[in-house]
């Protein structure tokens, strides 16, 4: 029976969402169209094997604007090869007026497909995701885009190789409203072409508020660790509260690179340096612990920091400064030996106040194929049980911080509680002023302990 061509009579008709995951040949995909509603707002269609026909996507392609008007969210992730299906899929986003959000496999950036999201009249943000590219399907795109592109996209999250990426945004390519890129692509290891690369997005984008850059590869040999001054471009886009950097290699900073940073990223929320660098023999040592009050110090606003450290504890500070917001301190890969992490367990407590301040490493799938992950004296795995011991730790003693400044607190009220009963007593009494100024002033001293000057 052909589904598609009964016409829309979905099962669910205020169905809002739908995400349709075929994984077995035998299931018929034209039963997808007993969902499809004209209130469908977001679709998600992922097919995992081969030997589905171009026929079934373009006939989808070609139905999908008529069934699903409304749709603002469309995911696409098959097999099928991107000549076979290009010209429909332009056809269903140019005819798909309300589309906000898209998501498509980098193979099926053609031109064709790239130049209909250009002029889509709503689109805010385009998405890709690694799936293999069918056979015969070019596994770069060579589009480059041009002024007058994407009007209204602010966000764009791109998955290329290096030689897509680095011609992904072009000289002539001016965006009136884009402030987030989120971009994975292999290693490219020409820090000069990196360089180059920042430069341009931060002269075409300068009010970016994120940037995410993975170059994270599983491929070896891994290349030259990263320089900061191959990063000081982008400095110069001062709305920044959002910088994310994924290498193979840990990049060395000292305290002038950060107070760089902090000067030009006042309101940074979120940092992530290459934490989670490729572990081997010559790889050299993370930053010192003592770097953290400094970012502290610096990066008030921060809720998140992944930094690689070195796990050698350092001495505390007498009065460090602290983070106030910050949510989670994500070590990566960072080494530390068992025997150092209650040492550094508490210098980290002193400097982490929240609460909610969770410390955390990757999981070991990260460095899968460097060691024998299967024995249990590999060094990262040695790190990763140590460093989680940390985590156990911090939590802990931000319990018992908590519990102790509830205990005091509550003591403070008894306390005030008494004092004023006992003043009641005394007005009553018509006792002596001087007796009762004097309550009053001990009464203030009380509250301000726990509550600050008021």
Not at 94 to 101: A, F, M, P, Q
Not at 285 to 295: E, K, R, T
């Amino acid at each position: 029976m052909d589904l598609a061509s009964m016409g829309p009579k979905p099962l669910l008709p205020n169905l809002r969402e739908l995400e349709w995951h075929v994984v077995r040949p035998d299931t018929p995909f034209s039963l997808v169209f007993l969902f499809l509603n004209p209130n469908l707002r977001q679709l998600s269609l992922e097919v995992d094997i081969t030997d589905i026909p171009a026929r079934s996507f373009n006939n989808l392609l070609q139905l999908l604007p008529t069934y699903t008007p409304l749709l603002t969210h469309l995911y696409l992730y098959t097999h099928v090869s991107a000549r076979d299906i290009q010209t429909e899929l332009a056809r269903c986003v140019g005819r798909l007026r309300s589309l906000e959000v898209v998501g498509l496999p980098p193979n099926y950036h053609t031109d064709i497909v790239v130049n209909a999201l250009a002029v889509a009249p709503a689109l805010l943000e385009m998405r890709t995701g690694w799936l293999a590219a069918a056979p015969g399907t070019p596994e770069e795109s060579r589009v480059e885009f041009q002024d007058g592109w994407f009007r209204t996209m602010e966000r764009l999250d791109f998955e290329a190789p290096p030689g897509r990426a680095i011609s992904l945004l072009s000289n002539q390519f001016r965006p009136q409203s884009l402030t987030r890129i989120r971009l994975t692509t292999g290693l490219i290891s020409d820090n000069d072409q990196l360089e180059r690369f920042l430069t341009v997005i931060a002269t075409t984008i300068p009010n970016l508020t994120l940037l995410s850059l993975n170059m994270w590869s599983p491929h070896l040999p891994i290349p030259p660790a990263l320089v900061f001054s191959t990063f000081r471009p982008i400095l110069q886009c001062r709305k920044l509260t959002y910088f994310e950097l994924g290498h193979n290699h840990p990049m060395q900073l000292d305290e002038g690179n950060i107070l760089e940073m902090a000067e030009a990223w006042p309101e940074l929320k979120d940092l992530t340096i290459c934490e989670d660098p490729v572990i081997a023999p010559d790889t050299p040592p993370g930053l010192s612990l003592s770097v953290l009050p400094l970012f502290a110090e610096k990066f008030p606003a921060l809720r998140e920091l992944g930094l690689f450290l070195d796990g050698t504890p350092v001495p505390p500070f007498a009065s460090p400064p602290v983070f106030r917001h910050l949510r989670e301190l994500n070590v990566g890969t960072s080494r530390l030996e068992p025997k150092h992490a209650t040492s550094v367990a508490l210098y980290i407590s002193d400097i982490c106040h929240n609460a909610a301040s969770v410390v955390k490493g990757k999981s070991a799938w990260h460095v899968s194929g460097v060691w024998d992950l299967e024995e249990d004296d590999t060094p990262y795995l040695t790190s990763s049980q140590a460093w989680a011991e940390v985590g156990k730790i911090v939590k802990s003693v931000h319990q018992h911080r908590l519990e102790k400044e509830k205990s005091r607190q509550q003591a403070v009220q008894r306390q005030a509680r008494a004092m004023v009963t006992g003043m009641i007593e005394q007005i009553r009494n018509g006792g002596d002023n001087s007796t009762l100024e004097a309550k009053v002033k001990e009464l203030e001293a009380a509250l301000r302990t726990t509550l600050g000057d008021f």
